[in-house]
């Protein structure tokens, strides 16, 4: 990339399909190869958001550099790369890298199921998350297989005008790809996740992401929830170990982190249009959550780029 991803605009772009305008409510079930979209950038796509689809990026051969939000990291294949809706997100390539991207919307998927798979897809979804295999396992192997029957069959004359397999295949992948994450974080706490409660937390967090911008206070979370502001808190500690407030907060920090590395503004712009009137006070509450004020925070970042950056670098030929 030239330069620093993030400085070129003033806002964060936000596609359907990378390169295309998004349109609201769009119902969508999409697959391509990674070069085909790729190749036309030189192998890189810039830091961009889709707004209420979902998209899974697999590498079978070849190698990324992967922005998602604030965090850098770099993914050899065989990886997943899943990504729930608004997140931030770009890629580097290596020329002529292997794979697919998965794109689709939750309706479209989920019309009609309220059970396992639905389940799935929200614990799948519920973060960004780099999802690492070896190419002889028989998981990988069977993923990169449905990967590629699913974009055979989207290819085909009647595929993407509504062949019922896409569908089936599709469900298939995120079936696999929920069992494989779960797999994989089998090793860290999980913590208390209630089944009962699952839905309601997720009402939590829709509610969450729709208002966030507003500071609504914690009492209209709860009265629109049909809960206590105690209730309301018992359900986010056993469903995530914090606070409603805590989980507030986090989501406010983030958003700020987003905008600090990827818009051009003056840190007092942005506290305006994160619904901050004072920009003192938004410095502060970000120094609370961060240790860093604002300006260290995005210079901080911004250097660190810089080494990722130049340790990725291939070395030069025939050295």
């Given at each position: 990339m030239a330069g620093p991803p993030w400085a070129g605009g003033r806002h964060i772009p936000s596609f359907a399909l990378y390169g295309e305008a998004a349109s609201l409510g769009q119902?969508?079930?999409?697959?391509?190869?990674?070069?085909?979209?790729?190749?036309?950038?030189?192998?890189?796509?810039?830091?961009?958001?889709?707004?209420?689809?979902?998209?899974v990026l697999w590498l079978w051969r070849g190698q990324a550099e992967v922005l998602l939000?604030?965090?850098?990291?770099?993914?050899?294949?065989?990886?997943?790369?899943?990504?729930?809706?608004?997140?931030?997100?770009?890629?580097?390539?290596?020329p002529e890298t292997d794979g697919r991207v998965l794109t689709l919307s939750a309706r479209w998927l989920l019309e009609g199921e309220t059970g396992a798979l639905g389940t799935a897809f929200q614990e799948l979804f519920a973060a960004p998350?780099?999802?690492?295999?070896w190419a002889e396992e028989a998981v990988a192997q069977r993923l990169d297989a449905l990967f590629r029957e699913l974009t055979h069959e989207f290819q085909w004359p009647t595929g993407a005008g509504g062949s019922p397999v896409l569908g089936w295949l599709a469900r298939a992948l995120v079936w696999r790809l929920a069992q494989a994450s779960a797999q994989q974080r089998q090793a860290a706490p999980a913590g208390t996740r209630a089944?009962?409660?699952?839905?309601?937390?997720?009402?939590?967090?829709?509610?969450?992401?729709?208002?966030?911008?507003?500071?609504?206070?914690?009492q209209r979370y709860a009265e629109r929830?049909?809960?206590?502001?105690?209730?309301?808190?018992?359900?986010?500690?056993?469903?995530?170990?914090r606070s409603a407030l805590e989980l507030v907060h986090e989501r406010l920090t983030r958003e700020a982190c987003r905008r600090l590395l990827y818009?051009?503004?003056?840190?007092?712009?942005?506290?305006?249009?994160?619904?901050?009137?004072?920009?003192?006070?938004?410095?502060?509450?970000?120094?609370?959550?961060?240790?860093?004020?604002?300006?260290?925070?995005?210079?901080?970042?911004?250097?660190?780029?810089?080494?990722?950056?130049?340790?990725?670098?291939?070395p030069p030929a025939g050295g």
């Amino acid at each position: 990339m030239a330069g620093p991803p993030w400085a070129g605009g003033r806002h964060i772009p936000s596609f359907a399909l990378y390169g295309e305008a998004a349109s609201l409510g769009q119902e969508l079930l999409h697959i391509e190869e990674v070069q085909s979209r790729s190749r036309l950038y030189h192998w890189e796509i810039q830091p961009h958001t889709h707004q209420g689809l979902y998209q899974v990026l697999w590498l079978w051969r070849g190698q990324a550099e992967v922005l998602l939000d604030e965090h850098r990291s770099a993914a050899q294949a065989p990886a997943a790369i899943v990504l729930p809706p608004s997140v931030v997100h770009g890629f580097r390539f290596t020329p002529e890298t292997d794979g697919r991207v998965l794109t689709l919307s939750a309706r479209w998927l989920l019309e009609g199921e309220t059970g396992a798979l639905g389940t799935a897809f929200q614990e799948l979804f519920a973060a960004p998350r780099l999802l690492h295999f070896w190419a002889e396992e028989a998981v990988a192997q069977r993923l990169d297989a449905l990967f590629r029957e699913l974009t055979h069959e989207f290819q085909w004359p009647t595929g993407a005008g509504g062949s019922p397999v896409l569908g089936w295949l599709a469900r298939a992948l995120v079936w696999r790809l929920a069992q494989a994450s779960a797999q994989q974080r089998q090793a860290a706490p999980a913590g208390t996740r209630a089944h009962q409660h699952q839905a309601l937390f997720t009402r939590f967090l829709l509610l969450l992401e729709q208002h966030f911008l507003e500071h609504w206070p914690l009492q209209r979370y709860a009265e629109r929830l049909g809960l206590s502001l105690q209730r309301l808190n018992r359900l986010t500690r056993s469903a995530s170990g914090r606070s409603a407030l805590e989980l507030v907060h986090e989501r406010l920090t983030r958003e700020a982190c987003r905008r600090l590395l990827y818009i051009a503004a003056p840190a007092a712009s942005l506290a305006l249009e994160l619904g901050f009137d004072d920009p003192a006070y938004f410095s502060r509450f970000f120094k609370r959550r961060t240790g860093q004020s604002p300006q260290q925070y995005r210079q901080a970042q911004r250097q660190a780029v810089q080494v990722v950056r130049t340790v990725a670098q291939p070395p030069p030929a025939g050295g």
